[in-house]
């Protein structure tokens, strides 16, 4: 009797803490701790949010009221033997998972596979890059879309296309919104800035990229041109999570260079399933945004070019996405353009921006570029880069 008691008193204690716990869990605690999610309308991120509050509450009173004493006389009756078995059969369960993941595993846990349209391929320094030299027509948001690539795995408008490394030029780094995932060459944000500008425009992005990668990327791509004019990157508080992550090439202090972590398989599906992360790591996350925007500006200014640090929007900016902003823009003072974006903009199915969207990006950044090249803007289209 001494025994079950003791058990039903831990799991009335487990029941007071999960109850507890859901009425603790406001929505401020939730945006504190869950970073907004791209590819989640923050209304549905929130209804799930407060569906996992509910059931927690729910899961608690249930131990404290109507499953406490069951469970607590079935775990009484139990031998030694049954106990052991079960601790062995789920130690064998975990392992075979992690193998099986290891053999066939979902990468990089926050991505797409590098083998979907269009692929990508791995790569050392930056984690992964687009094939090179490789043309394919994609089925995306519902619509055939043609991707190209030179032999250094920029996007160029045709097979067979060259970049001229001595012409003045624009240069864009990101990644899939300024890759132009799911749009047409002339419909994506470099070329239609090129086109208002008339220079020269090369896309440097990469789908799923950080802004430690589109960083990196920039560094190692910079040299190759003689006249950069302005190199424009983007960053969105609803991407901050992947600035997180460790399981791609990151930037510590000092912008040191480290690997991707190699987490247990296990592990990391289960932070990929739940995105809590600490106040510790938002902090951290903030910081090395923080350090790879400036270093890009940096770099930007020693080649003689404008930086511009874009900042799309679709709808109203939640309070989080306010805090990123900033904290990692306005308080470091560095050059960007925020551009509010009308919610319906984006493909259908899909939350990147459409043709539409990516016009509104691309004239506001137009009309942020030098004046002697902003100039060169058709009058209706300077109107609306003011807006």
Known sequence: MSRR???????????????????????????????????????????????????????????????????????????????????????????????????????????????????????PWLGWKFVPARSVVAEEAGRRVSYHFDAAGHRVPLPGASIDGERPTLLFTGESIVAGFGLAWDETIPARVGALLGIQSVNLAVSDYSNDQSYLRLAAELPHFRQPVAVVTLFMPSLFDRNLLDNRPYLTAGLVWQPADRHWRLTALLRWLIPYRSSTLVEQGITRSRDSLRALVDLTRARGAEPLIVVPQFGPESATE????????????????????????????????????????????????????ADAIPAAFREIAKK
């Open 5 to 123: 008691r003791l058990i039903e008193g831990a799991l009335a204690g487990l029941g007071i803490a999960l109850v507890l716990a859901a009425l603790a869990a406001e929505q401020s605690w939730w945006d504190h701790h869950f970073m907004p999610i791209f590819a989640v309308k923050r209304s549905t991120l929130v209804a799930a949010e407060m569906t996992v509050r509910g059931l927690v509450g729910l899961v608690g009173a249930l131990l404290l009221f109507v499953l406490r004493r069951p469970i607590a006389a079935a775990l009484s009756r139990m031998d030694g033997g049954a106990a052991l078995r079960i601790v062995a059969a789920v130690v064998l369960a975990l392992g075979a998972g992690e193998l099986i993941l290891r053999a066939h595993p979902p990468y990089p846990h926050d991505a797409d596979r590098l083998a979907l349209e269009p692929r990508r391929q791995a790569d």
């Open 322 to 373: 306010e805090m990123l902003r900033r904290r990692i823009l306005d308080e470091t003072e560095l050059p960007y353009v925020h551009v509010k974006l009308d919610p319906s903009w984006h493909l259908p199915g899909d939350l990147h921006p459409d043709s539409r969207g990516a016009q509104a990006i691309a004239i506001a950044i137009a009309g942020r570029l030098p004046g002697r090249y």
